[in-house]
């Protein structure tokens, strides 16, 4: 059985004649135990992926897993039985806490739900905020107003972990983090993947990617790009938009570049969905590439390798 799966999961939204497509021929595998990330701009389809795999959106083509079981089709007591399995971190930790808890009663809370047992459900929480580098003078204080965005964040990320999930989906769980607690987040993950934990992990960030996956998903416009190995993805890239991700890393002496030059407006239907921002193009590029094995452990949707 495998933690997480997409079968050429496409999602599309309609409104009158107009479609937008969020998601396009997505296929992959993460097993138990296994960490992948989703690596992408804003817009890529990420957030769409990891809600489309909870049966929070409704897959337009094919399948979206989570083990075994397509959630947008199961009966209400299997989705609850299979969630509780997952742990799931949202992007925003302002809108996805709630406002009138204390922070240890936050994540108590989901334990004593599942379990009923107050003081082991508090004995729960002081671990993981303790863990996460949460204060003790913050325990009692309220959601609603007193805390860093980032102190929002480990408090969401302690209530994800607090049934010690199967599987983590984490949408930007250090995007609001300085330096010194994102290590701190990037530990407490890594420990859990040691202990058989798989994590499918959203980020903008190669060097994210690539300290705490062990394989990466590139999307561009809901679109594949590439996959492989994390580090093999970062240190070197074949798609060139993947390319353009990388350039964009910060580094010394180096002016910082943006990811990718717009070139025109991007192609609705037909074609390399890159093609009007790449500066490989060539004639070839007319038509879809399809996203195929070019080595051992790597794939890349480009007609250079094609």
Not at 58 to 85: H, I, N, Q, W, Y
Not at 191 to 218: C, Q, S, W
Not at 266 to 279: A, D, Y
Request: proline share 6%; net charge positive.
């Amino acid at each position: 059985m495998n933690a997480a799966q997409a079968k050429n999961l496409s999602v599309f939204f309609s409104k009158g004649k107009e479609v937008t497509w969020a998601l396009c021929g997505i296929n992959f595998v993460l097993p138990l135990g296994g960490s992948l990330a989703l690596i992408g701009e804003s817009g890529s389809g990420k957030t769409t992926l990891l809600r489309t795999l909870l049966g929070l959106v409704a897959p337009s083509e094919g399948e979206a897993l989570l083990f075994d079981t397509d959630l947008s089709s199961a009966e209400a007591a299997k989705r609850r039985s299979v969630r509780r399995r997952c742990g799931y971190i949202a992007q925003d930790p302002y809108g996805s806490l709630p406002p009138t808890l204390s922070v240890e009663d936050a994540v108590a809370e989901v334990w004593q739900l599942v379990h009923g047992s107050t003081e082991e459900a508090k004995e729960k929480a002081t671990s993981l905020l303790e863990e996460l580098n949460i204060e003790r003078e913050m325990f009692k204080s309220s959601l609603r107003n007193g805390l860093s965005g980032g102190q929002r964040q480990r408090v969401a990320i302690a209530r994800a972990l607090v049934l010690e999930p199967e599987l983590l989906l984490a949408d930007e769980p250090t995007s609001m983090q300085d330096a010194s607690t994102r290590w701190d987040v990037l530990e407490v993950l890594k420990r859990r993947i040691k202990r058989g934990m798989a994590l499918l992990f959203v980020t903008h960030d190669l060097l994210l990617a690539k300290v705490i996956t062990e394989r990466g998903l590139v999307l561009f416009q809901g679109n594949p790009c590439e996959e492989g190995p994390s580090k093999a993805i970062i240190e070197n890239p074949m798609h060139p938009y993947t390319e353009a991700l990388a350039s964009a890393l910060p580094r010394l002496g180096k002016p910082l570049k943006a990811a990718v030059r717009r070139r025109g407006a991007p192609k609705k239907e037909g074609g390399c969905p890159f093609l009007p921002f790449c500066p490989k193009s060539f004639d070839k590029c007319v038509t879809s590439p399809p996203f195929e094995d070019i080595s051992l452990g790597r794939k890349v949707a480009c007609w250079h390798f094609l």
